[in-house]
């Protein structure tokens, strides 16, 4: 049973950071891609970040050049370090591997 665990998230100003982890149990952490997705208020959820299991990444156009995502396969975690914050990414943050989504972190960003 695949099991996801975010943490990481809170309160910050506008072009503060924050750097959310999402610990993955059940799977074979090395042979998966992971996700990042966020969920603002009244809007759908949207894709934010990818990691293959190769190590490639890839971002939504909004957060290039200001979150990376990246994995530690000793630690089965994911990480999404998020920098140069906007009002406009405050969102429940989720991770995702195989279908199955974690339970979230909520990202708060004032202005």
């Known amino acids: 049973q695949v099991q996801l665990v975010e943490s990481g998230g809170g309160l910050v100003q506008a072009g503060g950071s924050l750097r959310l982890s999402c610990a993955a149990s059940g799977i074979i952490f090395r042979q998966n891609a992971m996700y990042w997705y966020r969920q603002a208020p009244g809007k759908q959820r949207e894709w934010v970040a990818t990691?293959?299991?190769?190590?490639?990444?890839y971002y939504l156009d909004a957060v290039k050049g200001r979150f990376k995502i990246s994995k530690d396969i000793t630690k089965n975690t994911v990480y999404l370090q998020m920098n140069s914050l906007k009002p406009e990414d405050t969102a429940n943050y989720y991770c995702s591997v195989s279908g199955t989504w974690g339970q979230g972190t909520q990202v708060t960003v004032s202005s």
């Open positions: 990691i293959s299991s190769g190590g490639s990444v």
